[in-house]
């Protein structure tokens, strides 16, 4: 199984989690496991304190990435998301898809419209997000295919995202 990222920080293992609160957390806890403070100690000191040094920081980026930290809840559920050899997407996710990224073709040269896109789909991925709190959040295991969608939608979301922010700086 794999590490427990919300226990690593003494968190609830919930989607809605406080940002704050977890960077609080980790910068208490790497300030008593940073390799420099163990540096003068033994070699199991000094190699224990990075492999923790590692799991923090490896925890704090997972958690603090929604799509990431949904992806380890899932895990930690023994559910995986598959994105390397599950390719089946919900067809009118595709289709909206495919919209939009014809939008942006015929669009690209206007900032304005490339600004509207970035708007529309900072929407839908946050439509999508409440859903998976929802789910993950609930306390009930009944629909986590779902969740388990949801998690590879904002995955192709977070692409597209970056797609727009590079044709924003091009059009400029």
């Given at each position: 199984?794999?590490?427990?990222?919300?226990?690593?920080?003494?968190?609830?293992?919930?989607?809605?989690?406080?940002?704050?609160?977890?960077?609080?957390?980790?910068?208490?806890?790497?300030?008593?496991?940073?390799?420099?403070?163990?540096?003068?100690?033994?070699?199991?000191?000094?190699?224990?304190?990075?492999?923790?040094?590692?799991?923090?920081?490896?925890?704090?980026?997972?958690?603090?990435?929604?799509?990431?930290?949904?992806?380890?809840?899932?895990?930690l559920r023994g559910i995986s998301t598959d994105e390397d050899t599950d390719t089946s997407m919900d067809a009118d996710f595709l289709m909206?898809?495919?919209?939009?990224?014809?939008?942006?073709?015929?669009?690209?040269?206007?900032?304005?419209?490339?600004?509207?896109?970035?708007?529309?789909?900072?929407?839908?991925?946050?439509?999508?997000?409440?859903?998976?709190?929802?789910?993950?959040?609930?306390?009930?295991?009944?629909?986590?295919?779902?969740?388990?969608e949801l998690v590879r939608e904002l995955q192709f979301l977070e692409r597209f995202t970056r797609e727009l922010d590079c044709a924003v700086?091009?059009?400029?």
């Amino acid at each position: 199984m794999a590490r427990n990222y919300f226990e690593l920080f003494e968190l609830p293992a919930r989607f809605n989690i406080d940002l704050k609160e977890l960077a609080a957390r980790h910068r208490e806890r790497i300030r008593v496991w940073h390799p420099d403070r163990y540096a003068q100690g033994s070699s199991e000191e000094r190699r224990r304190a990075v492999a923790v040094s590692a799991d923090l920081n490896d925890g704090l980026k997972v958690l603090r990435d929604p799509v990431s930290r949904a992806r380890h809840l899932l895990s930690l559920r023994g559910i995986s998301t598959d994105e390397d050899t599950d390719t089946s997407m919900d067809a009118d996710f595709l289709m909206e898809q495919m919209a939009w990224r014809e939008r942006l073709e015929e669009g690209a040269a206007r900032p304005e419209e490339v600004t509207a896109l970035i708007a529309l789909v900072a929407q839908s991925r946050d439509a999508k997000e409440s859903e998976l709190a929802g789910l993950l959040d609930s306390g009930q295991t009944t629909d986590l295919d779902r969740a388990r969608e949801l998690v590879r939608e904002l995955q192709f979301l977070e692409r597209f995202t970056r797609e727009l922010d590079c044709a924003v700086t091009e059009a400029l």
